[in-house]
Nanobody, 125 residues
């Protein structure tokens, strides 16, 4: 299935921005929808955003809608998550994964696979 590697996380003040990247290693994921998830300490991993295989469709969790933007560049085998107007509650480890099961809209972790190792995003208040 290959591997996905997230990067771009870091420490940012509230109101700031970050762009996360998710690069494929070992194979291409250009034919797969991709999802972004996050997990804060003591909390369940939750859906953040997803993007269709060609980037034509995106959808988001209500908590990030209007602030986060998913995009992708299949030529670079990379997907992105631009995060603006960051809030302390956005603090989490962010993961990307490929949509390997099912069709249509999904926010379920079980429908995604080839999880990356995650990148830490910390938003200070």
């Amino acid at each position: 299935q290959g591997q996905l590697v997230e990067s771009g996380g870091g420490l940012v003040q509230a109101g700031g921005s970050l762009r996360l990247s998710c690069a494929a290693s070992g194979r291409t994921f250009g034919s797969y929808a991709m999802g972004w998830f996050r997990q804060a300490p003591g909390k369940e991993r939750e859906f953040v955003a997803a993007i269709s295989w060609n980037g034509g469709v995106t959808y988001y969790a209500d908590s990030v809608k209007g602030r986060f933007t998913a995009s992708r560049d299949n030529g670079k085998n990379t997907v992105y998550l631009r995060m603006n107007s960051l809030k302390p509650e956005d603090t989490a480890v962010y993961y990307c994964a490929a949509r390997l099961r099912g069709e249509g809209y999904s926010r379920l972790t079980a429908d995604f696979g080839s999880w990356g190792q995650g990148t830490q995003v910390t938003v200070s208040s």
